[in-house]
């Protein structure tokens, strides 16, 4: 009976010291690295806003790097990151190029990987929280197209070459031209920060090449706004529809003024909230979803009041 009651206490000790052990090893986010594109655009710094915000919130230090557009200076702010033993990395990739490299960094060091935005090709985060370009590159183009009529001379400035947002929105506007039978595409051009200047002067080349442009789609707000003060300065003959993709605030402004005529507004609140939520959970070994894509709002002139006064 007493080597009974012995055997009873002893596994009873063994179950509480697992259970102090396993209390003792659940890890909590306490320091996050975000590691972003180019805080030049106001897509990304919305969405730095948005991490560091919510995270002091949660309690957590967030360490924000910013790449400058430059992925080898990426890769080493995040191996700098990963040296201030962050628990988990909120990243996103400066170009197509190198993108895979900090996040295998990552994972060799046990370190959970949220991507927002862009994923790496070959190499993808634990999770990847984006808008779905696809899906909205191709109302935007629809809404365009049908302005124009479904018909004219079409131009597209795309975003940085091989990114997943300049790929997406390539292919969802790619749907709208194929269901328009009299939209020609004339040219297409890339940029490389996809910035207000690049727009312009891609915008005026196309035009001063082709003045019979009637509609541009613009992968970005920056580019969009570069691109209408092109055709502004164009002095053309004829109404050019120009289009964009982001919901950043100027543009957002601008788009209440007539400057252009559409955009797609991403819910970049929303997402940073999202990649904080989601480092949160991978370090305490929860299952995230793979992939967290989000819709993004058709805005014109008759409803950017909205966002204008409070963004999503």
Known sequence: MLSRRVILLAAAATLAFVGTADMASAKEAKKIGLAVANLQANFFNQIKQSV????AEKGIEVITVDAKGDAATQVSQIQ???AQNIDALIYIPAGATAAAVPVKAAKAAGVPVVNIDRNAEGAP???FIATDSVASAKTVCDHILKQAGGAGNMVIIHGQKGTTPEIDRSNGCGQAIAANPGVKV???QWSQMWSQDEGFKIAQDMLQADPSISIIFAQADGLALGAAQAVKVANLDHKVWVAGFDGDTAALEALKEGVF???ATQQTQKMGRLGVDAAIALVKGESVPPMQLQDATLTTKEN???FIANHP
């Open 125 to 127: 985060g634990d999770t």
């Open 186 to 188: 004339v040219n297409e």
């Open 52 to 55: 560091e915000a919510y995270g």
């Open 304 to 306: 950017v009041e909205q």
């Open 80 to 82: 700098d990151l990963l």
């Open 261 to 263: 005529d559409v955009t």
